[in-house]
């Protein structure tokens, strides 16, 4: 049957919407508010044990050997598990690029600080952390790799003896000539850039229960899972288990951006089970653990970039070198988060050529993981700053600058140079927007007369692409084969009459359970408390991917309005046998089917459903009596990777643009945002409370990013921001309360006309402050090129500026 | 001198009476001793705030004292908010106006928010971030947060007219 | 993260208090508001045989008239400090620097006893301890002492008082009435320890001219700082931005190796020091009367 998914509000079956496109409440809210939501911790099962971990502290050594004999002996300890039970019951970790994962504990040596060695399964968490301090590890230290640029360099320390260097990948990439534009071209501004780690940092850490059935040799994980299926596929290739052995549940749970991580964590608490003949054993990260060496770290970035631009402002060539230090192993995916700038190169601008000369090193640090925006936040900042740099060296605007190089709306759908296709987009409308809701003209006044005073303000202009449905194929360049990422949905009416939808994914914060029901109300004609969203586990929900890469806002939208659509047509011909009409007669709206032209030939479609189920006697032959259909969506038209790592791979391209005024303290380098502005089209809004959401929790994030957030390592490779003191996240003293504006360019492509928006301002907001940073210390003739721009830094620029 | 130690508390109203070790947080005394799991631990070093329950009246971090420390007190839990499912003025503010996404954060700022409002009915945005600055949400960008606590403030108001 | 196994007693007196500390084999730790010591025993980085609560006993606790000053009980909460009506009066200072002491919710726990005894050398209270002449009474087996703020703080996180010793009390002059003070500090976040502070009291004659500074630094040293080579030079001159800018100077000049961490070098905490110290004695100015 041909599934068409309506591209507008216009193609659902009802008169007028009254849920989907609306700020309505959400159904998460009350069990939220009230603390009633099962978060993984809140479960207790029969026999369940607590398990604790034994780290590394040092950042690269040998193991020599390990004695657990008087752990084992206290009181309360139930198991004690390390490498040699690791090796026994499990494989290393899979990883892109293949070849660079290890144990879930150390069999031969640690390659971090933090990397698990030994764990313990005891009554509680307190005994267990207890047992810890009993066991003897004997180790033997060896040279750290703590620096990038020293692991790429040959006759190092090899953290992977089997590799002839700790150089993970390496490639060029030229999309069109390059050095003829660089040669051609008026002006080459070139910089480099550092970006320091930072990461997710969600304000639930990982939690699992893992429980192995001796009997049948299976493993059930119930936990804070962000996409249930990919970390089940993982643990079973760990196990060594076939797929339908290994069934993973998941909790809602609190926050993930990405770095919810847990793979160790779920393999640890396993062979613990395992060890004490299938108890539950519940693993819950502590913070600590979460920021040493859970999924806490992403984008430990070293960039050389060079932007090649005419006279008159317009880009001929990007050219773009990253070192990225993925740390010890690539078992976190991090080599994910450099290959998706793939997907949005060259941002919202139309520059024909670009190279990306690509280069991931392993170092003695915390294998890198994802965070929200999964790479392009980086790679925006350099594109901008460019973009700034070759502006004022030409006597342009920030503004003028961008207007002269952005894909104008009539060029779309639009292909990059790295291959991705952008579906829609008014980027020019965005400027002007932002520029007009800020009173650009009124701030560069403002801007002028603090000058005259001494003062430091600055205003940032950054554009970005956010792009939007992920894709396997937009990570084919380090090891991802597949095209299409499948979400499936089944939605069926009880007989009763009430809708459910049934969904291979939890809440995690963005309201998509809300999405769901609105969609389906509009759909049947129903209230929104009609609907009740299933959650199913990994066995049972149909095939699914759940949140991640901004995609499941309209991946889930696709699946929700096919399997609707089908369900309809099923009752449409369910309801043409009991009216005894052809099915091609009746049409639904708000609900009702009906015989078009005959007012009082009506039946609902809760009262078709419930015929089916009920008075098998009346079903048209060949029907089956199940008012329930499921539909898989994918996004269509994607494209495998060519050779080059061009493909189409994400589907949606939302566009931001921010402004925002930033004054630096000339004596102190603080940093305070005066003001902030946002201009932002993700096509159709499906929930513009969510969507606002998204936008401001990116930009918090942003604000981290720029001012506050990193992971800091000394040359021993010894975290030394293990704690929040130190590991900085924005407060509501430190993120500005933004105004925004909405412009509406619906997809021609997606589901209502949607776009991804899920990894909100991340994308724009380190690049806007940056560049507002810079626009302040213009005078000084100084580049901040470090994020954060923490004082420290800014006021060592400000004094080499003074010393000249 | 002991190593475990008979505590007796009130709970949203209700006495509890634990014989418990004396190193247990606050924090897991109210989680897994009274299985009251809607105060939430993000930290364990008093920096998050997830963990804010309010003892004799006044916002605290659980994490940061022994179950022993609140023997005899009267504590408040987000469980004690909603009157038999029927929302707080405070939880129905911040539901209309978006101010939780993941909602692991919520119960500690919902507590953090009645105690604000319980001695400042109408706060300047000022006093709201003075009294909000030590609660981390890592979704919302405290913007609708901001709002909710507005909304709230105005909601309670009304209720007293 | 949990606490390792301790004892823990909660003595209903300084005496039964004192005793038990006396007769701890082991390391004994005392416990008030807890919010510096729970982290740390959270992370099992403090690890105490036995745990002395003193929050049961009663009596360490008020706000007191003491002859035109204050007596401030050790279990005071920082909270009811910031609040204290007396405290305003008498101390502004003392009110205006317990804002920037972390948040309410650590205000609503910590103490001023508890503060000034783990003696974080980042902290507020240490700081205001030496700014305004506090004294600090302390008890012991042999009985009462009372220690100057300017001796108690020995290093980082060490201070005069012995193991068997408790704070009971601070006991503040009232601050004069021509006085004025400032209270700087630059932290990354609202609330956050300070990468460096100053807390400066000055009087000013009927002149212009200097009659009194105090000048304290906080954050960029292992204990908090005087800066009596500044306080000397303002001393007999007459108030004016150049002065403070020369006491900003020398602020900075005297501080031969200031703390260093992964927030702020020590180059940029020195720098520091002078700015705040500039800015804070043109604020004190201004409020002299």
């Known amino acids: ?804 | ?161 | 993260m949990k606490a390792p196994v301790f004892e823990y007693a909660a003595p209903q007196s300084v005496e039964e208090a004192l005793s038990l500390l006396g007769a701890c084999q082991g390391e004994s730790k005392i416990i008030a508001g807890g919010q510096s010591l729970m982290p740390l025993l959270n992370m099992r980085l403090a690890r105490p045989d036995l745990l002395v609560d003193i929050g049961r006993i009663a009596g360490l606790d008020y706000i007191r008239d003491a002859d035109g000053g204050l007596a401030i009980g050790a279990m005071t909460r920082q909270s009811d400090i910031e609040r204290s009506a007396l405290v305003a009066q008498r101390q502004p200072m003392l009110a205006a620097g317990t804002r920037f002491i972390a948040h309410p919710q650590i205000r609503n726990r910590g103490t001023i006893g508890g503060s000034i005894s783990h003696a974080d050398p980042a902290a507020v209270y240490p700081a205001l301890a030496v700014a305004l002449d506090m004294q600090i009474e302390v008890a012991g087996p042999a009985g009462h002492r009372s220690v100057d703020a300017a001796d108690f703080f020995i290093t980082y996180l060490t201070t005069a008082l012995e193991p068997d010793e408790i704070l009971v009390e601070l006991r503040l002059p009232g601050f004069p009435p021509r006085a004025g003070w400032s209270f700087k500090e630059v932290s990354r976040r609202h609330g956050d320890f300070a990468l460096a502070g100053v807390a400066a009291t000055m009087e000013v004659d009927s002149s212009g001219v200097c009659s009194f500074a105090r000048i304290v630094l906080f954050g960029v040293a292992a204990v908090p700082l005087r800066v009596e080579a500044a306080e000397q030079l303002l001393l007999g001159s007459k108030v004016e931005q150049s002065l403070f800018e020369e006491a900003g100077a020398m602020t900075s000049d005297t501080l031969d190796e200031p703390l260093s961490d992964i927030h702020a070098s020590a180059d940029y905490r020195r720098h520091l020091a002078g700015v705040l110290t500039r800015r804070a004695l043109a604020e004190a100015a201004g409020r002299a009367a």
Request: net charge negative; aromatic share 8%; proline share 6%.
């Open chain 1, 1 to 804: 049957m041909a599934v068409d998914i309506p591209k507008s509000f216009a193609g659902l079956p009802a008169t007028e919407t009254k849920w989907v496109g609306r700020g309505v409440n959400r159904v998460e809210d009350p069990g939220l508010l009230t603390g009633r939501t099962e978060f993984v911790d809140n479960l207790v099962k029969p026999g369940m044990v607590h398990c604790a971990i034994l780290r590394s502290p040092y950042a690269h050594a040998r193991v020599i050997s390990i004695d657990a004999s008087k752990a084992e002996q206290l009181p309360g300890v139930v198991a004690v598990v390390s490498g040699e039970d690791a090796r026994r019951w499990s494989n290393p970790a899979q990883t892109m690029p293949e070849g660079w994962g290890c144990y879930c504990l150390v069999v031969d040596k640690a390659r971090f600080v933090g990397e698990p060695v030994a764990a313990v399964a005891a009554v509680n968490r307190y005994v267990a952390e207890d047992a810890l301090e009993l066991i003897d590890v004997e180790y033997e230290p060896l040279p750290v790799v703590a620096e990038a640029a020293a692991a790429a360099e040959a006759g190092g320390p090899l953290i992977f003896e089997d590799k002839p260097s700790n150089v993970m990948y390496q490639r060029v990439f030229n999309w069109g000539d390059v050095d003829a534009a660089l040669a051609r071209a008026d002006h080459v501004f070139s910089e480099s850039f550092r970006w320091h780690r930072l990461g997710a940092n969600p304000m639930e850490t990982f939690g699992v229960i893992a429980e192995w059935n001796p009997v049948d040799q299976s493993a059930v994980f119930q936990g804070s899972f962000q996409s249930q299926s990919h970390m089940g596929l993982g643990r079973a290739a760990v196990l060594g288990l076939p797929s339908h052995k290994v069934k993973m549940i998941s909790q809602p749970h609190g926050g993930s951006f990405g770095g919810k991580g847990g793979f160790r964590g779920c393999d640890i608490a396993v062979l613990l089970s395992r060890k004490c003949g299938g108890r539950p054993v519940k693993y819950i990260e502590d913070r600590m653990e979460y920021l040493l060496a859970g999924a806490s770290q992403a984008w430990d970035r070293h960039y050389q970039a060079s932007l090649a631009v005419d006279n008159d402002g317009k880009v001929l060539a990007l050219d773009v070198k990253l070192l990225d230090d993925l740390g010890a192993t690539a078992e976190g995916f991090g080599a994910v988060s450099a290959a998706k700038p793939l997907a949005a190169f060259t941002g919202p601008y139309a520059i024909e050529v670009a190279r990306y000369d690509l280069t991931l090193v392993a170092t003695n640090k915390l294998p890198a993981s994802p965070y929200r925006g999964m790479g392009p936040p980086p790679h925006n900042f350099v594109i901008e700053q460019l973009m700034d740099i070759a502006a004022r060296e030409l006597g342009l605007d920030a503004a003028e600058i961008r207007r002269r190089n952005y894909i104008p709306p009539e060029a779309f759908p639009y292909t990059i140079a790295s291959g991705n296709e952008y579906d829609s987009g008014r980027y020019e409308a965005a400027l002007d927007k932002v520029l007009e809701m800020s009173d650009y003209a009124g701030l560069r006044a403002e801007q002028a007369r603090a000058r005259e005073q001494g003062r430091y303000l600055g205003i940032g202009i950054a554009s970005t692409i956010e792009p939007g449905v992920f894709d396997w194929n937009a990570y084919a360049i380090v090891g991802l084969p597949s095209t299409g990422v499948p979400e499936g949905v089944s939605v069926g009416i009880d007989i009763l009459g009430k809708i459910y939808v049934k969904v291979g994914f939890s809440l995690e914060g963005q309201g998509q359970y809300t999405l769901a029901c609105q969609l389906l109300a509009d759909y049947f004609g129903v209230d929104i408390s009609d609907i009740a969203v299933v959650y199913q586990d990994s066995h049972s929900a149909p095939p699914h991917f759940g949140p991640g890469g901004s995609r499941l806002g309209v991946a889930m939208t696709g699946a929700i309005l096919g399997a609707a659509q089908l369900l309809k047509e099923k009752l449409i011909a369910m309801a043409a046998a009991l009216m005894q009409t052809d099915a091609a007669n009746l049409r639904m709206l708000d609900g009702m089917i009906g015989i078009e032209g005959v007012p009082e030939a009506q039946m609902h479609s809760a009262q078709v459903a419930a015929t089916m189920l009920a008075r098998s006697d009346l079903l048209p032959p060949g029907m089956d009596p199940n008012p329930e259909c499921t539909y898989v969506w994918t996004a269509p038209g994607r494209t495998p990777a060519d050779e080059e790592g061009r493909a189409k791979s994400y589907l949606t391209a939302a566009n931001a643009c921010h402004v925002v005024c930033v004054e630096v303290d000339p004596d102190t380098a603080m940093v305070e945002i005066l003001s902030y502005y946002i201009a932002d089209d993700c096509g159709t809004r499906l929930n513009p409370a969510t969507v606002e959401g998204m936008t401001q929790g990116g930009v918090a994030q942003g604000v981290g990013a720029a001012l506050l957030e990193e992971y800091v390592y000394d040359e021993e490779g010894q975290l030394l921001t293990s704690t929040f003191m130190d590991y900085l996240l924005p407060t509501i003293n430190e993120v500005p309360m933004t105004q925004k504006a909405a412009l509406v360019t619906p997809s021609p492509f997606t589901p209502l006309g949607a776009k991804g928006v899920g990894e909100g301002a991340i994308h724009t907001t380190p690049a806007a402050i940056m560049c507002a940073i810079n626009d302040a210390l213009a005078p000084l003739g100084v580049r901040a090129r470090e994020v954060p721009a923490s004082p420290n830094r800014l006021w060592k620029l400000m004094q080499e500026a003074k010393a000249g």
């Open chain 2, 1 to 161: 001198m002991t190593m475990q130690q008979v505590v007796k508390v009130t709970v949203n109203g209700v006495s509890y009476e634990r014989n418990v070790e004396v190193r247990l947080t606050l924090a897991d005394f109210l989680r897994v001793e009274l299985g009251l799991t809607g105060t939430h631990v993000g930290c364990e070093h008093g920096v998050c705030g997830a963990c804010t329950v309010l003892m004799n009246g006044r916002s605290v971090r659980s994490c940061l004292m022994l179950a022993v420390q609140a023997d005899g007190a009267e504590i408040m839990t987000v469980e004690g908010l909603a009157d038999d499912g029927r929302l707080h003025p405070i939880q129905q503010a911040f539901m209309e106006e978006h101010g939780l996404q993941c909602g692991f954060c919520t119960p500690g700022f919902l507590m953090a928010v009645y105690e604000l409002l319980g001695s400042n009915p109408d706060p300047s945005d000022e006093e709201i971030r003075e009294s909000l600055g030590g609660q981390i949400c890592r979704c919302t960008g405290y913007q609708s947060i901001m709002r909710s606590v507005k909304s709230a403030a105005a909601k309670l108001a009304g209720a007293r007219v």
